[in-house]
C-alpha cells in the first residue's frame, strides 16, 4: 500500500481536534480526516463568508465544530474536555500579512496568545500524544537570498505576522523544553510550510483568490509586487505531510519531535508574476496589471524552503509539480463556479492526490 494511503487509513476512528477548521488548510483537513473516519472536532471562529470552502462542504453536518476563540483559554479548555483528542493539528491564526498591518494587536493576541492558549490545554489534556502545531516558512529571518532555510536557521519577521510566527515558534520551544519532553508517549512538531494555493480559498489580499475574483468579473488581475518569489504548492501537499508527522510523532516521539519544513520542488518557487500567468493559461482568458503604490507595506520578496529533513527522514515528498498545482487549483474553482457540488470537486481532488494522479 502507498505510504500515504496507509498513513491516511491510520486516522479511522481516532478522535483528531484541529483549531482554525473554518479555514482555507483547516476545511482540506477537516475534509480529508473524516474521509478517513477520523472522529473530527474543529473549534474556530465562524467562516467569514457563505462561500467559504467549511461552508460549501457543510463541515457543520460532517464533523463536530464549535465556533470560539482561541484567544478564549476556557473555553478552548472545555472543548478540549469534551473531546478528549488523541492528535491535535493547530492551525487556527490571523494567517494575513496585509491585515497583520492594519490590526498587529489582533494578530499577536491571536497568533501567541492563541497558541499558548492552545499548549496550555494540550498540558491540562493526558489522552494527547501527538500535536502538529503549524506556523509558517515566515518564521525565519529573511535575508532574501536564493537558499533554502533550513529547521535550525535563525528565526525573525520583518511585520506583525510573521513575527507572530516566530514567536509562536519559541512558545512551543520552551513548552517543550519546559513540559513535554518529559511526558511519557506524547510527540510534538511545528512545521513550516511555504504558501498554499487550491480550491476554496476566497480570503482578501491573497494572489489566488484575487486572481479568480479578477477573471470571474472578466477584469484585469492587478499584481501589486509581480516579481515576490514564493514556494508554491497544493494544500494538499503540507496537508498530507502533516498527517504523515502526526502519526510518526505518536508511534516515536523522540524521533520525530522538532521542526519541519513542507514546500514544493524548485521549479514551483516562481513569481508571483508566472503564477498569475499560469493561472490565466488555465482559465483561457485574461489579463495582468501591475500597480503597486509606493505605501503598500513590506513584504518578503524571496522566499525558499530547505525540506531535506522532511524528505529523508520522514519519507515525505511533493506529488504534484507547479503545473499541476495550478491545473487543479483552477479547475476547482471553475467546476465549483459552474454548479458543480464543492463536496464532491474537493473529494475528487484528494482521491487523486492520494493515487498520484497528477491532469
Ligand atoms: N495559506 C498559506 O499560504 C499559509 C502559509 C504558511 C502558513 N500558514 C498557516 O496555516 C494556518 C492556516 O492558514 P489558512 O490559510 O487556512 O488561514 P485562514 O485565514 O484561511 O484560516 C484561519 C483559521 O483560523 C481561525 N481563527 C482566526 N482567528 C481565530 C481566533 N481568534 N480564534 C479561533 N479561530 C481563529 C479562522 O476562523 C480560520 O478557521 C495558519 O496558522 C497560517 O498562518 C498558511
Redesign the pocket.
Known amino acids: 500500500m502507498d505510504d500515504l494511503v496507509a498513513t491516511v487509513a491510520l486516522f479511522r476512528g481516532k478522535r483528531v481536534l484541529l ?9 482540506w483537513l477537516a475534509l480529508w480526516l473524516a474521509g478517513a473516519g477520523a472522529e473530527v472536532y ?7 463568508r457563505e462561500d ?1 470552502h ?1 461552508n460549501l462542504l457543510c463541515l457543520r453536518d460532517r464533523i463536530t465544530h464549535h465556533d ?5 483559554h476556557a473555553e478552548l479548555g472545555a472543548f478540549f474536555q469534551s473531546a478528549q483528542p488523541e492528535f491535535v493539528f ?7 500579512v496585509r491585515r497583520s498591518y492594519r490590526d498587529p494587536k ?1 494578530t499577536l ?3 501567541i496568545g ?1 497558541s499558548v492558549n492552545l499548549l496550555e490545554c494540550v498540558r491540562e489534556t493526558p489522552s494527547v500524544k501527538s500535536l502538529v502545531y ?5 518564521c525565519y529571518r529573511n535575508k532574501e537570498w536564493i537558499w533554502g532555510y533550513r529547521e535550525n536557521d535563525e528565526l525573525g519577521g520583518h511585520d506583525p ?1 510573521s513575527a507572530s ?1 516566530a514567536a509562536a515558534e519559541l512558545v512551543l520551544s520552551a513548552y517543550g523544553n519546559s513540559f513535554f519532553q518529559s511526558r511519557p508517549g506524547f510527540g510534538y512538531a511545528s512545521v ?6 487550491g480550491g476554496g ?1 476566497w ?1 482578501d489580499d ?1 494572489i489566488v483568490p484575487d486572481c479568480l475574483r479578477a477573471l470571474r468579473n472578466s477584469e484585469p488581475i492587478v499584481l501589486r509586487k509581480p516579481q515576490s518569489t514564493r514556494p508554491w504548492q497544493h ?1 494538499l501537499e ?1 496537508l498530507g505531510g502533516y498527517m504523515a508527522l502526526a502519526a510518526s510523532l505518536a508511534r516515536d516521539p523522540a524521533r520525530f519531535s522538532g521542526a519541519w519544513n513542507f514546500g514544493p520542488d524548485g521549479e514551483a518557487t516562481q513569481t508571483v508574476h508566472a503564477l498569475a500567468q499560469k493561472i490565466i493559461e488555465r482559465w483561457g482568458s485574461g489579463k495582468i496589471e501591475i500597480r503597486g503604490a509606493v505605501s503598500d507595506p513590506h513584504e518578503a520578496g524571496l522566499l525558499h524552503l530547505n525540506c531535506d529533513k522532511a524528505r529523508h527522514v520522514l519519507g515525505w515528498r511533493p506529488r504534484w509539480g507547479f503545473d499541476a498545482t495550478v491545473s487543479k487549483t483552477v479547475d476547482w474553482y471553475r467546476a465549483v463556479l459552474a454548479g458543480e457540488p464543492a463536496v464532491k470537486v474537493s473529494n475528487k481532488q484528494i482521491e487523486c492526490y492520494m493515487e498520484k494522479v497528477d491532469d
Open positions: 483549531t482554525g477548521d473554518t479555514g482555507f488548510k483547516g476545511s474543529g473549534y474556530a471562529l465562524p467562516a467569514e467559504d467549511f470560539g476563540d482561541i484567544r478564549d493547530h492551525l487556527a491564526a490571523q494567517a494575513l489582533e493576541d491571536t497568533n492563541g503549524i506556523t509558517s516558512d515566515k505576522y510566527k513550516r510550510a511555504g504558501n498554499v494555493i480559498d480570503s491573497r494544500v503540507p
